[in-house]
């Protein structure tokens, strides 16, 4: 069993978040030691880990409560929650395309300041006139 310290260490989040993740009914069952202190085991800190995955994901407190939800309900739920990932992975797929254009726009701009600075291209804008 891991302390809320051990454990949100383990997982990479912070005491705050951890707690907050508790008391919004997103960790279930939680244990107790015999001071009343949370206390996880190996499959709690599996989930906490997908919980934050989850956040990364884009997800909202409402939406992981929903997975949660249908997690809690077994194998019959899987067909529901490969939906619910599958329109995460869309967003961010579509995310990561915006992502690699910015990416793409950057170099080909660094490379026109290289080809000016090293003077195989003359310089110009399209902000300012240039003179010749």
Not at 31 to 50: A, C, L, M, P, T
Request: with cysteine.
């Amino acid at each position: 069993m891991y302390s809320m310290q051990e454990t949100y260490k383990k997982v990479g989040m912070t005491y705050q978040t951890l707690k907050f993740y508790c008391n919004q009914g997103l960790v279930p069952n939680v244990k107790r030691d015999k001071n009343n202190y949370r206390v996880f085991d190996d499959h709690d800190i599996e989930w906490i880990k997908s919980l934050a995955c989850l956040k990364k994901c884009g997800m909202s407190i409402e939406e992981m409560k929903e997975y949660l939800a249908l997690c809690l309900k077994g194998e019959a739920s899987i067909p529901e929650r490969k939906i619910i990932l599958d329109i995460k992975k869309k967003k961010l797929m579509e995310e990561l395309h915006q992502i690699q254009e910015s990416i793409d726009y950057i170099d080909w701009k660094q490379n026109f300041y290289d080809d000016v600075l090293s003077g195989k291209t003359k310089y110009y804008s399209n902000l300012i006139s240039v003179e010749k």
